[in-house]
């Protein structure tokens, strides 16, 4: 059974930073590809960041905050949040498989990916 187990979720002032991290067991990192999701209240669920096929990715606002990295001794994923603002509060799921889709999804933990973790909260306040 593939389990992916979140971490890192806090509340932090706007301007702050957060880690996230992501494990694995019965996956290997390694062997696939991975991504970030969030959700915020009212809102789809969106691709923060990805590494596919090797390559990083960052969609939309995040990009030159936030910073996704992969530790394949440890088999886990990451993201360093920084800067944060408020409008980066949102529910955050890791993410598994043969495709990390970009497009935006009504919730997340949807079948397009293979595997999801169940999320972790991060509350950005001003």
């Known amino acids: 059974e593939v389990q992916l187990v979140e971490s890192g979720g806090a509340t932090v002032q706007a301007g702050g930073s957060l880690r996230l991290s992501c494990m694995a067991s019965?996956?290997?990192?390694?062997?696939?590809?991975v991504g970030w999701y969030r959700q915020a209240p009212g809102t789809g669920c969106q691709l923060v960041a990805r590494?596919?096929?090797?390559?990083?990715g960052y969609p939309g606002s995040v990009s030159g905050r936030f910073t996704i990295s992969q530790d394949n001794m440890k088999n886990t994923i990451s993201l360093q949040m920084d800067k944060l603002r408020v409008e980066d509060t949102a529910a955050y799921y890791c993410?598994?498989?043969?495709?990390?889709?970009?497009?935006?999804?009504?919730?997340?933990?949807?079948?397009?990916?293979?595997?999801w973790g169940q999320g972790t909260q991060v509350t950005v306040s001003s």
């Open positions: 993410a598994a498989g043969p495709l990390i889709v970009t497009a935006t999804y009504p919730s997340c933990r949807h079948r397009s990916v293979s595997y």
């Open positions: 590494i596919s096929e090797g390559k990083l």
């Open positions: 019965g996956l290997s990192f390694a062997q696939t590809n």
